[in-house]
């Protein structure tokens, strides 16, 4: 095990590594004076020429991608201050390091992804389980049709709908807000309670189908055949032999599914109007401010890379082929 995940690490330095060099070439071919964007309006010639000269761009552009990663590895200095290491620049519009923006806004955008990933898997996998359980049953229709029915909504067409009835009709339910965990658990649950509601019911749709078909089609294996045939119960043979084998194309799918996740919480936000990740990134490539759209582009990159190796252990663990390969 121990192997296989430094090859997963040793992969992910890589491609860091060439997200980090693709992203800044592509962001300095723009024909866009970068210190005039940093300047604003109304400002002089000799103030931009200051300015190109605090952030380094009169260097040739090759000299400018080293000094920006070895930034991130052991930081920099601008007119304003040291930048610690990890430093992903500084920000045109508000003069705040990237890194300490990034930051700031990454416990709600973590929040709402580990929370709805957590909400659809509970309910995705158990709805699927019972379906397959009660095969052919009403319950598996009943689950079966609300989980077609479900998968056709869409984040920013369901929270509006949910605002309307829990929040400004009725009144049972606050307007969603993020409190810290760590200041208070209860708010912070009930704060999102209704995002992640929203998220889980757009994403449990298909992995109640998923996990419905996959532990249909295991219970037809030759190894549950057996384990049958020797008179095992059968919920002993549902879930010590038929459930472990659904997991793996599930696990599968799951790490593909972990960007348009992030991406579901990034919509999540402007749905419910929550300061996260999501917002950052598009106010600042509104305003133009290319150190920190670059900067969560990165930081984007860097977290599904995470989450995919996290998914990649536990298919490893899952199973034990895949870390002999």
């Given at each position: 095990?121990?192997q296989?995940?430094?090859r997963?690490?040793?992969?992910a330095?890589?491609i860091?590594?060439?997200?980090g060099a693709f992203?800044f070439?592509?962001?300095?071919?723009?024909p866009?004076d970068f210190?005039?964007?940093?300047?604003?309006k109304?400002?002089t010639?000799?103030n931009?020429?200051v300015i190109?000269e605090?952030?380094?761009?009169d260097?040739?552009i090759?000299a400018?991608?080293w000094?920006?990663?070895?930034?991130?590895?052991?930081g920099?200095?601008f007119a304003?201050?040291?930048c610690?290491?990890?430093c992903?620049?500084?920000s045109?519009?508000t003069?705040?390091f990237?890194?300490d923006?990034?930051?700031d806004r990454?416990p709600?955008t973590?929040s709402?992804?580990?929370?709805?990933?957590?909400?659809?898997l509970?309910l995705?996998?158990?709805?699927?389980?019972l379906?397959a359980?009660k095969?052919?049953?009403?319950?598996?229709?009943a689950?079966?049709g609300?989980s077609?029915?479900?998968?056709?909504f869409?984040i920013y067409?369901l929270g509006?709908?949910?605002?309307?009835?829990?929040v400004?009709?009725?009144g049972w339910?606050?307007?969603?807000?993020?409190?810290?965990?760590t200041e208070?658990?209860?708010?912070w649950?009930v704060?999102?309670?209704i995002?992640?509601a929203?998220?889980?019911?757009?994403f449990?749709a298909q992995?109640?189908?998923m996990?419905?078909?996959t532990m249909?089609?295991?219970l037809?294996e030759?190894h549950?055949?057996?384990a049958?045939?020797?008179?095992?119960?059968k919920?002993?043979?549902?879930?010590?032999y038929?459930?472990?084998g659904?997991l793996t194309p599930?696990v599968?799918?799951?790490?593909m599914d972990l960007s348009g996740?992030?991406a579901?919480?990034?919509?999540?936000?402007?749905?419910f109007?929550l300061?996260?990740?999501?917002?950052l990134?598009?106010d600042s490539s509104?305003t133009?401010d290319?150190p920190?759209t670059?900067?969560?582009?990165?930081?984007?990159?860097f977290f599904?890379?995470?989450?995919?190796?996290?998914?990649?252990l536990a298919?490893?663990?899952?199973?034990?082929?895949?870390?002999?390969a």
């Open positions: 095990m121990l296989f995940l430094i997963r690490l040793t992969g330095v890589v860091m590594f060439l997200i992203t070439f592509l962001f300095y071919t723009i866009q210190a005039e964007l940093a300047c604003g109304n400002c010639p000799e931009i020429a190109r605090n952030l380094g761009l260097k040739p090759t400018q991608f000094e920006f990663m070895g930034g991130i590895l052991t920099r200095d304003t201050g040291h610690a290491a990890p992903l620049g500084q045109f519009d003069r705040e990237v890194w923006s990034i930051i990454f709600l973590l709402l992804t580990v929370g709805g990933l957590v909400i659809f509970i995705g996998l158990g709805s699927g389980l379906a359980w095969r052919g049953t009403v319950i598996d229709k689950v079966s609300a077609m029915v479900l998968s056709s869409q067409f509006p709908i949910v605002l309307g009835i829990f400004y009709s009725t339910m606050e307007n969603p807000k993020y409190y810290p965990i208070d658990p209860a708010a649950v704060g999102l309670l995002p992640w929203v998220m889980a019911t757009i449990t992995y109640t189908r996990a419905r078909s249909i089609e295991q037809q030759e549950v055949r057996t049958r045939a020797k008179g095992m119960k919920s002993y043979v549902f879930f010590r038929a459930w472990r659904s599930i599968t799918i799951l790490g996740l992030l579901g919480a990034v919509v999540t936000e402007f749905t109007d300061p996260g990740i999501g917002r990134a598009v509104l133009k290319l920190l670059m900067g969560v582009m990165l930081f984007g990159a599904i890379l995470i989450l995919n190796i996290i998914v990649d298919y490893a663990y899952i199973d034990p082929r895949v870390r002999l």
